[in-house]
């Protein structure tokens, strides 16, 4: 893998603006497999992770009612997992450099949160080990893993200037990235600003362009359309409003009219 050149604060949290993350994203597609950006498809999140970023995957039980999705493991250590046989908590060990991923995930009802998810964990391996590993908090070394609910994984974007704690930077990050990463900034434009693929949507959907955009980016991504709502507004391609009209001039003989409606 490419090395990013981060640059990080104290606090151990990669300095990072969205725009550097889609760039950086870009230059990690580049090098594995540059014709993801000329032939738009879904990126195979099991070869991009364990034969190009070097991280291997692990699937268990996080958790006993699932709100717990991703763990990025940094060092070999052992993370509670749940026990369905006999419905308790127990420990496992775990090697370090491993994603772990809940095992309902693996319905492939849940197949676009399963990708989200190991994309979102891979960010976590590739910035955040600083933050993780040699950062202190209230005195003490963190726990060298992460513990990703749904909330951190999806829904809608963060705003970077409600961002207060380094853990509200970090999980920003991991999911931006992992839209990043899984609908690549330039084949996005290219395929949102297509006139021919525009017009079509615009003529086929009336009223509903935006959603019709996104559902095409979701089959071609292999998201979900949420996802695809999100990445359209994040990069500002999706169908912009027309402003309502507040007047209308009648022609009544000479004169010309002019009203509210």
């Known amino acids: 893998m490419i090395d990013l050149c981060l640059r ?16 950086q994203a870009e230059a990690l597609i580049t090098d594995y497999d540059p014709s993801l950006l000329k032939t738009p498809r879904p990126l195979d999140i099991d070869d991009f992770t364990e034969n190009y970023v070097g991280l291997r995957l692990h699937y268990t039980y996080l958790s006993h009612k699932g709100f717990i999705w ?109 839209a990043a990463i899984l609908m690549p900034r330039t084949p996005m434009s290219k395929i949102c600003k297509s006139p021919y693929i525009r017009f079509g949507i615009f003529e086929n959907n009336p009223g509903s362009e935006n959603d019709a955009l996104a559902a095409y980016i979701a089959k071609l991504f292999n998201v979900s359309c949420e996802s695809a709502k999100i990445r359209i507004k994040q990069l500002g391609l999706g169908y912009k409003a027309k402003p309502r009209n507040t007047r209308k001039i009648f022609n009544v003989g000479n004169l010309h009219v002019e009203t509210k409606i």
């Open 8 to 23: 990080y604060g104290a606090n151990g949290v990669p300095i990072l603006s969205n725009n550097g993350i889609d760039s």
């Open 70 to 178: 991703g763990r990025m493991v940094f060092h070999n250590t052992k993370i509670l997992v749940y026990d369905p046989v006999r419905n308790c908590a127990d420990e496992e060990p775990i090697d370090g450099n491993t994603i772990v991923i809940d095992n309902r995930l693996l319905d492939e009802k849940k197949e676009h949160a399963l990708r989200s998810t190991v994309m979102h964990e891979c960010c976590h391996g590739i910035y955040h080990y600083s933050f993780y590993c040699l950062g202190k908090q209230c005195g003490s070394r963190r726990q060298p893993y992460t513990s990703c609910e749904a909330k951190n994984i999806i829904g809608p974007d963060n705003v970077p200037g409600r961002l207060q704690a380094d853990i509200d930077w970090i999980e920003h990050q991991a999911k931006y990235f992992s």
